[in-house]
């Protein structure tokens, strides 16, 4: 049986586990082999496309991670690569207020405050 790093919701928790334990828990299976070390569960800032707002981690923030989000929140849609992306505002939950957060800071006149930094 394959096994490989499973990152918990809420937290930057890795364990390693199969995909069907991980789906179990509601985790986000990181794939085969993967490994928790260095860990993949705290992504945030280990390269350009991976910062707080990042919500699906492409490129930079932009409406396609505002939309990802509604649909993780709010339309059961895939849970983000990595929650703390998900997390702009870095209050530790996600909620409308990410939402919010993420509209400002691309479309206030003037913007909104620039997510925040990752611990």
Request: contains cysteine.
């Amino acid at each position: 049986v394959q096994t490989g790093a499973c990152c918990i919701p809420g937290t930057t928790s890795c364990v390693t586990t199969t995909v069907a334990d991980c789906n179990q828990r509601g985790g986000v299976y990181q794939g085969d082999g993967s490994p928790c070390v260095p860990n993949p569960c705290d992504c945030c800032g280990t390269d350009g496309t991976q910062m707080r707002g990042n919500v699906n981690m492409v490129a930079s923030i932009n409406v396609s991670d505002v939309v990802y989000l509604v649909k993780f929140l709010f339309l059961q849609g895939p849970t983000p690569p990595c929650l703390l992306e998900a997390d702009p505002n870095a209050t530790g939950n996600r909620n409308v207020a990410d939402v919010v957060y993420l509209i400002k800071y691309l479309f206030g006149t003037p913007p909104g405050p620039a997510p925040l930094p990752c611990p």
